[in-house]
């Protein structure tokens, strides 16, 4: 049975298989871009009180690269920082952990570790506040983004940032994760699957009364292999840029797709060039006068 949406909570073991495959087939150049254009959008957060340590909410860590990434950068110009990271998986808490002990650069943080999903942490919550939250491709695989974003942004301190970074709705694969969903519903809602983009971010942020800044960046995958029948890299690809489970196994779905990509590819040698574009969504919550 087709459920468009769902890879990661049918098969959270293929979908982590997929990921290594999309990330081989994205350019050589992602994870520097990649870094770089986050690095350059974090919000810089400032201690409620001079000498204080700077407060880091980490919804969702990965295997920690992209938050010691963050973390680096607020340390060039604070002197200590105290982060709480919230993510369900052990296995991505104990390889945060693991890149930690040899990161000497991080020495000045110290770590509270939340082995919880979102909804348990915030319901849990112990009315500490921070100076940032940040949710970094996360958006897409909490229970309900909406409540997850109006969650952080309670707690986050008075002059505090709240900074999600996801797939922009207006091109590439955020665009193709409406189509999909438009081809294929699998239900009512849409949001309950994780066929997240920045749009559902932005309206549910002004649903908030919560003004906001967003910026974007195009980043590509190699989809040539999505093309050829008989490749698992192909399939793999397929299923991780739709979100579904065993894509091939239905040609009108694979099919559509790959009418998409050539669509909205640009062909460059022997690769076919797919965008995956960011967008960085940052708010401040202001001071009371």
């Known amino acids: 049975m087709l459920k468009v949406g769902r890879l990661i909570r049918d098969s959270?073991?293929?979908?982590?298989?997929?990921?290594?495959?999309?990330?081989?087939?994205?350019?050589?150049t992602r994870p520097r871009a990649y870094l770089e254009?986050?690095?350059?959008?974090?919000?810089?957060?400032?201690?409620?009180?001079?000498?204080?340590?700077?407060?880091v909410l980490s919804i969702g860590s990965g295997s920690g690269e992209v938050d010691s990434a963050i973390l680096r950068k607020i340390l060039q110009r604070q002197s200590s920082v105290y982060n709480r990271v919230v993510d369900p998986s052990e296995e991505m808490i104990k390889g945060f952990k693991a890149l930690v002990q040899h990161d000497t650069s991080l020495g000045a943080v110290k770590f509270d570790w939340r082995q919880q999903t979102a909804e348990e942490y915030f319901s849990q919550s112990d009315g500490t506040k921070f100076d940032l939250?940040?949710?970094?491709?996360?958006?897409?695989?909490?229970?309900?983004h909406h409540a997850?974003?109006?969650?952080?942004?309670?707690?986050?301190?008075?002059?505090?940032?709240?900074?999600?970074?996801?797939?922009?709705?207006?091109?590439?694969?955020?665009?193709?994760?409406?189509?999909?969903?438009?081809?294929?519903?699998?239900?009512?809602?849409?949001?309950?699957?994780?066929?997240?983009?920045?749009?559902?971010v932005r309206r549910s942020l002004q649903s908030l009364g919560i003004s906001y800044v967003?910026?974007?960046?195009?980043?590509?995958?190699?989809?040539?292999?999505?093309?050829?029948?008989?490749?698992?890299?192909?399939?793999?690809?397929?299923?991780?840029?739709?979100?579904?489970?065993?894509?091939?196994?239905?040609?009108?779905?694979?099919?559509?797709?790959?009418?998409?990509f050539l669509r909205n590819s640009s062909s460059v040698d022997d690769k076919i060039l797919f965008s995956t574009a960011n967008a960085a969504i940052i708010a401040r919550k202001s001071t009371q006068k």
Not at 231 to 256: W, Y
């Open 12 to 28: 959270p073991v293929r979908w982590e298989v997929a990921y290594k495959a999309f990330l081989a087939a994205s350019e050589t």
């Open 214 to 260: 967003i910026k974007e960046q195009e980043q590509y995958v190699n989809v040539a292999e999505c093309f050829k029948e008989h490749s698992e890299a192909g399939r793999l690809i397929l299923d991780f840029l739709t979100q579904t489970s065993n894509v091939s196994a239905h040609p009108e779905m694979r099919s559509k797709v790959l009418e998409f």
């Open 133 to 144: 939250a940040h949710a970094i491709h996360v958006l897409y695989h909490v229970e309900d």
């Open 37 to 55: 254009f986050l690095e350059d959008n974090i919000p810089m957060p400032t201690p409620r009180q001079e000498g204080a340590a700077v407060r």
């Open 148 to 200: 997850t974003l109006r969650n952080m942004w309670e707690q986050l301190a008075e002059g505090g940032h709240l900074f999600a970074f996801l797939l922009t709705d207006k091109r590439g694969l955020g665009k193709l994760f409406h189509e999909v969903w438009d081809w294929f519903p699998d239900g009512d809602d849409r949001l309950t699957t994780c066929l997240r983009t920045s749009g559902d």
